[in-house]
């Protein structure tokens, strides 16, 4: 049995990498809630931002996917009752309208090309019964510049997205151009001499600066593949 006290605590973050992360972001606000109002809370998202976007066969393909987990595990009744009041369940358990009511503080680590939502969002097996993209999913290496520009709208629908997040003074966001998911749970791509880097700095200490509160939240997107050097060592996931 695990015991878990919250009673002395000064800090406290909440964190979940892929479906976790999306977890973490719909239990944020209610995490938070748990703690006294001098206890600071935060909440971390690594490669949970997933996007509701049409496929390469102009479908929505994952929001019917999503679909049937709302309905399944009776989301609704954790999502925000503003975005209930104007739009459908399944397109509030998308972070891009998740992280609108959300107060908590929070801070957003993705990929623009992130190659889970690339395999199961853009082109999942469904829309694609050619086989053409079968490599390129794979490794972005082996894309072509059509399927490239495929991909480049995934991150702008990203950075699009995260708008929002602008004028939030205790939020931020890294989004790194390497194809990978999930940064924050090995040292290689958290905190190493190969690490991604944004602005010179590693995923863990831009987060670092932020959870310490030593800055408000870098909020940067980085420039369209292959443009980063420091993604060169990243293998795909």
Not at 155 to 183: N, P, Y
Request: net charge neutral.
């Amino acid at each position: 049995m695990i015991f878990f006290s919250y009673f002395y605590a000064f800090q406290a973050i909440l964190t979940g990498c892929s479906a976790g992360g999306l977890a973490m972001i719909v239990h944020c606000d209610d995490f938070s809630a748990r703690f006294s109002h001098k206890v600071s809370v935060k909440c971390l998202v690594d490669a949970g931002f997933i996007l509701d976007v049409k496929d390469i066969s102009e479908q929505r393909s994952f929001r019917s996917l999503y679909g049937g987990v709302v309905h399944l595990q009776n989301v609704r009744q954790v999502l925000p009752k503003d975005c209930l009041t104007n739009k459908e369940p399944t397109e509030c358990f998308f972070p891009a309208e998740l992280i609108k009511s959300i107060h908590t503080p929070m801070f957003i680590v993705n990929s623009g090309y992130d190659p889970a939502q690339i395999r199961n969002v853009i082109v999942p097996a469904s829309s694609a019964p050619d086989k053409s993209w079968l490599s390129c999913k794979d490794n972005i290496r082996n894309c072509n510049s059509t399927q490239i520009d495929v991909l480049d709208g995934l991150r702008t629908t990203m950075a699009d997205a995260l708008k929002v997040v602008k004028d939030k003074e205790d939020w931020g966001f890294f989004i790194d151009s390497c194809f990978t998911h999930c940064q924050t749970v090995l040292d290689v791509s958290w905190n190493s001499h190969n690490s991604p880097r944004l602005g010179n700095k590693t995923i863990a200490e831009v987060v670092g600066d932020w959870h310490r509160g030593r800055t408000q939240g870098v909020k940067e997107v980085d420039c369209k593949y292959p443009c980063n050097p420091t993604c060169n060592s990243q293998s795909p996931l």
